[in-house]
């Protein structure tokens, strides 16, 4: 039997999301995104996940900082711990600050820290309930992953990201259940010593294909009983709810041009544990 647990959640709105820069291979400044489209497809996510139960809060978004709508980049907050993000490219480095900002202005979390090494927060980390998984390759450093081990005091699991359609570890791999270590991912995106932690790791695991893992299946938020994912990834359906996941398919097809889905927009809140 799976169980959906509350979950809060950090969301910015596409008020200035637009494509126009190219720091990962889908983003293609001549290939316009229809703003309204846009602002529609991220206020039925942020509608489905209260009609969920879940708490989602709104981060105010910046002018000219077209990304910002990708809220997972910005921090990562594990057991009300928060560490800031620092951007690898610096049309993105602005957008750190407003979110260390927000959790400052902010009461309930046990540290407010900003990093040191370049880290884009839950674009490259995942929490597990025994690891945090941790992708390098393309954006955070691996001297992040150390920073983050020490500042959450959880063992970092370092993964390597090979293809550069798969910049970060959220769009290769999901966490399903992580009151477990139930994961899903596509093996494809990882280089061979990477996958054979994986395999290690979470034998269970799901395996997506190159099919799904294209059109952003992985990029996936779970509360332990719904999976919010593109309703695109038709191939993982069937196989989350033989494990008794409940697949919640959604549109956001607009955000895919600039390389970030479901999971991109939101920012997982994790509470101090209680005591
Ligand atoms: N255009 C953004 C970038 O390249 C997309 C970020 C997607 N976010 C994510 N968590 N994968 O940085």
Redesign the pocket.
Known sequence: MRTATPRRYLMCPPAHFRVAYS??P??DPDKPVDPALALFQWEDLRDRYRSLGHTVEILDPVAGLP?MV?A??GATVVDGRVLGAR?A?PE?ADEAPAHLAWFRSHDGFVEVREPEHVN?A??DFAVTSSWMLAGQGF?SSPLAHDEAQEFFGRPVISLELTDPRY??L??ALAVLDDAADEIMYYPGAFSPGSRAVLARLFPDALLATAEDAVVFGL?AVSDGLNVVLPREAAGLFDPLKDRGYVPVGVDLAEFHK???SV??CTMEVRPAPPG
């Open positions: 720091i990962n889908w983003m990304d990708f997972a980049n951007f490219n993105r884009e839950e674009g954006r910049y970060h959220d769009t990029n600039a390389g970030g999971k991109c």
